[in-house]
């Protein structure tokens, strides 16, 4: 189940775990600052410090991806992150409290506000983990269609994309060749009217995929059901919104043409430039002692007569060439031979410092001065060469669209989707980018921008 927020799809679970668990950080500081603190004059330190702990503590729960749906983590694994997050809030807390408000927090309030916070943390995780595993926040959803395009739904691979729903059948329609994929107990044919057989299978949703639309559409049906409150969505409109990419195999161009999303105006493009300048200066001053010591370990391994920076033709918005700035990470004659080519996995070219930096993503750095000349942005899909670009471009439908927006170092298909080294990773990357350019804001940036710490520190898709 979802909400719509600012034209963004929230999970609604996730929203709520998200209440849930800030209103028990809260309370947990709250009784561990009652039981040291003695004092009945602390009221308004109470609640500065109680606010401040609690933003910190699920903030990093954020970046560490405790909120998002595609987390795949075992309980172990969520044991290890809220662990985590715990003691990185409780420090930022301690840190931000000396900026912010009179006096530090007091540090044995803030062991046992984490200690407390853990404990129901992990119950209130357990709780939803059980109530996400039944049905009670699932949309149940009627497909029109059972042929090659409702089968699309049965191919989803990931089990985050349908925790949001469940299929309840899967209607037959004239022109259908119904797909082997879809077992014949799931089938419900049509008997009367589409409304009355609806609400007797409780549907929340219709999904509409026929395989030919020409025959018979059910407009007087289908108009029906949406006047009675059911949802009705296309197969599109219903994929993008659960796995957050386009299925590239589902749209066309009308779709593409006429469908929401890609818009552009000079106070969006204004507030996009503020929020690049403002979070790359942020990140020149926080990263600049980090470019310092890689610049003096690229010189230490390959000689102080190497250089440090790395030029390379990229392709940013509607096409333009420019040259990004990175460390350099492989060896000087890494493409001796002319023939452009994508790193794989333990690529012999890297060199000793270049696979710690490439680790940590501290290779980019110097993209900031890419985004401070404005060639490209803080988000964004990334930035490929014009070989792969013009090859790609003539294989893949719909692949020059990425380049309606500036590429930037961090995006939503570099966190849905590990390095790409082939022509199939192109594609998923692709999809996951038509999404970002269809899609993207200052709030949906700005939760890239969290996510992209969880990246960073997991070292997630680096080679």
Request: net charge positive.
């Amino acid at each position: 189940m979802r909400l719509k927020v600012f034209g963004h799809y929230i999970c609604l679970p996730l929203l709520l775990l998200g209440i849930t668990e800030s209103a028990a950080v809260l309370l947990a500081y709250g009784l561990a600052f009652m039981l040291i603190v003695d004092s009945n004059d602390e009221a308004t330190a109470l609640r500065e410090q109680a606010a401040l702990f609690t933003i910190c503590v699920v903030t990093s729960m954020f970046t560490l991806g405790l909120y998002c749906q595609r987390l795949r983590d075992r309980f172990s694994g969520i044991v290890l992150r809220i662990s985590v997050s715990l003691l990185l809030g409780g420090l930022l807390a301690r840190l931000l409290s000396l900026l912010f408000l009179d006096e530090w927090i007091p540090r044995l309030v803030i062991a046992a506000a984490v200690t407390a916070s853990g404990i129901i943390l992990l119950l209130t995780r357990r709780i939803m983990q059980h109530l996400n595993d039944g049905d009670v926040f699932k949309r149940r959803v009627l497909v029109l269609g059972a042929g090659r395009c409702a089968a699309r739904v049965l191919r989803l691979r990931r089990r985050a994309d349908q925790r949001g729903f469940r299929i309840v059948a899967f209607m037959p329609m004239e022109g259908d060749d119904l797909a082997a994929e879809i077992a014949a107990n799931r089938l419900v044919p049509l008997k009367g009217r589409l409304i009355d057989c609806a609400r007797s299978l409780a549907v929340h949703e219709i999904v509409v995929a026929l395989d030919d639309r020409r025959q018979n559409f059910p407009f007087r049906a289908l108009l029906e059901c949406r006047l009675a409150g059911i949802e009705i969505s296309e197969l599109p409109d219903f994929l993008e919104r659960e796995t957050g990419k386009v299925f590239l195999d589902c749209v066309s161009p009308s779709w593409l043409i006429f469908g929401g999303g890609f818009r552009r105006g000079w106070l969006r493009q204004g507030l996009e430039r503020g929020f690049d300048l403002i979070v790359s200066g942020a990140m020149v001053i926080v990263g600049l002692p980090f470019m310092l010591l890689v610049a003096i370990a690229i010189k230490l391994e390959d000689g102080f007569g190497a250089p440090v920076l790395y030029r390379q033709e990229r392709v940013g918005q509607y096409g333009l060439i420019f040259n990004v700035l990175k460390f350099r990470s492989m060896r000087i004659d890494a493409e001796s031979d002319g023939v452009a080519s994508w790193a794989q996995k333990n690529d012999a070219r890297v060199t000793r410092v270049g696979a710690i930096i490439r680790k940590t993503r501290l290779d980019e750095l110097p993209q900031l001065l890419n985004v401070f000349a404005g060639t490209m942005s803080f988000v964004g899909p990334r930035p490929e060469r014009p070989t792969f670009v013009a090859r790609l471009g003539e294989e893949i439908p719909f692949y020059d669209g990425r380049h309606s927006v500036k590429p930037g170092i961090t995006g939503w298909a570099q966190l849905c989707y590990p390095y790409g080294a082939s022509d199939r990773d192109a594609l998923e990357k692709l999809q996951y980018d038509l999404f970002y350019v269809k899609n993207h804001g200052l709030i949906f940036d700005f939760m890239i921008l969290l996510q992209t710490v969880e990246v960073i520190l997991l070292g997630k898709g680096a080679r």
